[in-house]
């Protein structure tokens, strides 16, 4: 994987390239970072108090030995979590659910492209039927990904009838993983989540559903994910996608955000381009994050 700078790396600079030897101005700057990068209260306290401990124990008086410190305490804690997708299914069913705005659509493009370097046959069912122009948008993703799609016949057609013939033709022409897209419109949210478990009924009939990625925006933090709730509570989400990792300074919520929802994140995006998403490591995430 091609190594990216983070935003969120300059959060950490400032500590790791001053003096050599480890003050209390360290440590300040140390709980600063963290909670500006939004790890949240409760995670900064509990890596603080980890690495205190570990660095009295050790008696380590580097900066540089406490870097490593950090980097392995955010890597062990990432690593609670399993990032594999489930694609084992044929086809493997895959619905994609999120707030509108939080890059979903562009995700469902990335995800087709990252899954045909896998030599994966791939259909997408445009099921946010309610916005002609979801759809278009889907459309150019889809196209520039070279993967077939499921179009609604009409504008507001049954988002669960898109689901069910994509899952249908997905069984007859033996794709390996059907992708859903689905709507966001957060001011429905009853609404919203009847639809999402009325295609999941529909879908199931045929089908099991192998994941229910929630994609989240990295940039709005916790305000995000309370957006996000009712999709938690409600559908049946397997794993997280997170977004415009590229452009965020937070890329500590990463590490509250599994946490607090309990679920893991499978997939990051880090920037609008095609190639854009990749799976997620641990390790590599930890190290992009304290360099
Ligand atoms: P949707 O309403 O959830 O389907 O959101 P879109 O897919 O239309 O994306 C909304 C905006 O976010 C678009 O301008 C995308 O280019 C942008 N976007 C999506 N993912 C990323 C990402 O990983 N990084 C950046 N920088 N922008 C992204």
């Given at each position: 994987m091609a190594e990216r700078s983070w935003s969120i790396s300059n959060v950490f600079r400032g500590i790791f390239t001053g003096p050599e030897q480890i003050t209390d101005d360290t440590w300040d700057d140390l709980e600063t970072a963290l909670i500006t990068a939004d790890f949240g209260p409760d995670v900064t306290e509990s890596i603080l108090n980890?690495?205190?401990?570990?660095?009295?124990?050790?008696?380590?008086t580097e900066v540089k030995e406490m870097k490593r410190m950090l980097r392995d305490a955010i890597e062990e804690r990432l690593a609670a979590y399993d990032p594999t997708l489930q694609l084992t299914e044929r086809p493997a069913v895959?619905?994609?659910?999120?707030?509108?705005?939080?890059?979903?659509?562009?995700?469902?493009?990335?995800?087709?492209?990252?899954?045909?370097?896998?030599?994966?046959?791939?259909?997408?069912?445009?099921?946010?039927?309610?916005?002609?122009?979801?759809?278009?948008?889907?459309?150019?993703?889809?196209?520039?990904?070279?993967?077939?799609?499921?179009?609604?016949q009409q504008q507001?057609?049954?988002?669960?009838?898109?689901?069910?013939?994509?899952?249908q033709r997905a069984i007859a022409e033996s794709y390996e993983v059907a992708i859903i897209d689905t709507a966001g419109r957060l001011q429905t949210k009853g609404g919203l989540m009847d639809e999402l478990g009325k295609i999941r009924r529909v879908v199931e009939k045929q089908a099991p559903v192998s994941e229910v990625l929630l994609v989240l925006d990295a940039t709005t933090g916790q305000n995000g994910l309370a957006q996000a709730e009712a999709f938690i509570e409600h559908a049946g989400v397997t794993g997280l996608v997170l977004t415009k990792l590229d452009g965020s300074a937070k890329g500590g919520f990463v590490l509250s955000v599994q946490e607090k929802t309990g679920l893991p994140i499978k997939l990051i995006g880090q920037g609008e381009g095609i190639a854009d998403l990749t799976g997620f490591t641990p390790h590599v995430f930890a190290q992009q994050l304290v360099g």
């Open positions: 980890r690495l205190r401990e570990e660095v009295g124990r050790h008696r380590v895959i619905l994609v659910v999120g707030v509108n705005g939080v890059g979903k659509t562009t995700t469902i493009g990335k995800f087709a492209n990252y899954l045909k370097t896998f030599d994966k046959r791939i259909i997408v069912g445009a099921a946010d039927t309610f916005r002609a122009a979801a759809v278009e948008q889907l459309t150019t993703w889809t196209d520039r990904a070279g993967v077939d799609i499921v179009r609604p507001g057609q049954d988002p669960a009838s898109v689901a069910f013939q994509t899952v």
